[in-house]
């Protein structure tokens, strides 16, 4: 499988983009000050868990009862941009574990260093951004393509993806104005 990419994402090309998938923060074995950020397909979360280098779960998106009532499954595209996005805000924390990176684990990219006592507001704070961008639609779609769009590729596709939310957000604002009309004459 091909890793996924903003570009991807723009393209509409992520592979198994629609896949149900979740967003996690987990703990490391051995290193009690890194967490990983991450995502995978609700699929492969067995898969996951028995990662022997993570040590346990803090945060599962798919476990979030608020979220998933309000936004529902979180498709693979999806959970790829928000982990990308809780990364680019969380550059200030990321460290490479070296022994990780000589192992050649697959998250050693995806690790921060957090002091234990603060891992639980972190996990708060995860719980919270990602419920944020996830259930403000079109604007926390923006407000996360707005960090991540870095190349001129990047900001082509992107430039014509930002014109059609304008669109579909001018077609919405419209018809809620004509159903206002409608709800006001019947008064």
Not at 48 to 73: E, Q, T, V, W
Not at 135 to 148: A, H, I, S
Not at 168 to 185: C, F, S, T, V, Y
Request: hydrophobic share 40%; proline share 3%.
């Amino acid at each position: 499988m091909a890793f996924p990419s903003v570009l991807a994402y723009l393209n509409g090309t992520i592979e198994n983009g629609d896949a149900p998938s979740t967003i996690y923060v987990a703990s490391i074995k051995g290193h009690p000050e890194f967490l990983k950020l991450g995502f995978c397909q609700l699929s492969s979360r067995s898969l996951r868990r028995s990662d022997p280098y993570i040590s346990g779960f803090l945060y599962d998106a798919c476990k979030d009862d608020d979220l998933i009532a309000c936004h529902g499954d979180i498709a693979r595209r999806d959970a790829y941009l928000v982990e990308q996005y809780l990364l680019e805000l969380t550059t200030s924390y990321r460290e490479t574990i070296p022994a990780l990176a000589k192992a050649r684990w697959s998250g050693y990219t995806e690790t921060v260093r957090i002091n234990p006592e603060a891992h639980q507001r972190f996990v708060e704070w995860v719980g919270f951004t990602v419920g944020n961008v996830l259930m403000r639609g079109d604007d926390g779609l923006t407000e996360m393509l707005d960090q991540l769009v870095v190349s001129a590729e990047e900001r082509e596709v992107y430039g014509v993806l930002r014109e059609e939310l304008a669109q579909q957000q001018a077609q919405r604002m419209k018809r809620l104005r004509e159903l206002g009309a409608i709800n006001a004459k019947s008064l």
